[in-house]
Nanobody
Framework: QVHLVESGGGSVQAGGSMRLSCTAS????????MGWFRQAPGKERERVAT???????TYADSVKGRFTIYRGNNKNTLYLQMNNLKPEDTAIYYC????????????????WGQGTQVTVSS
């Protein structure tokens, strides 16, 4: 089982930027589809973005044009660059890996990091 460690959360004012990082304990996950999810208080966990091994990406409609998912040069670190943050982006953000190669993480099927809190004030 892979161990995922997120960092980079914190507090920011609306309109600000923040970058989250996620490092996987196994280098093989550099070739896996990886993703970022978030869960706001009282709401279900939702997919924010995914990045597949071929470079293809998906984004939730609510973050398109503001968030960018990408890998570092060593491919073992996953990032989420968040710009023009809004109060509704406030949530715990989770890095996610799929349970098997060839699939992308889903809310119902993934390995999760411990999560990092992102708070956006108005």
């Amino acid at each position: 089982q892979v161990h995922l460690v997120e960092s980079g959360g914190g507090s920011v004012q609306a309109g600000g930027s923040m970058r989250l990082s996620c490092t996987a304990s196994q280098h093989t996950y550099s070739s896996y589809c990886m993703g970022w999810f978030r869960q706001a208080p009282g709401k279900e966990r939702e997919r924010v973005a995914t990045l597949d091994s071929d470079g293809s990406t998906t984004y939730a409609d609510s973050v398109k044009g503001r968030f960018t998912i990408y890998r570092g040069n060593n491919k073992n670190t996953l990032y989420l660059q968040m710009n023009n943050l809004k109060p509704e982006d406030t949530a715990i953000y989770y890095c996610a890996a799929p349970p098997m190669f060839g699939s992308c993480p889903e809310t119902s099927s993934a390995y999760w990091g411990q999560g990092t809190q992102v708070t956006v004030s108005s």
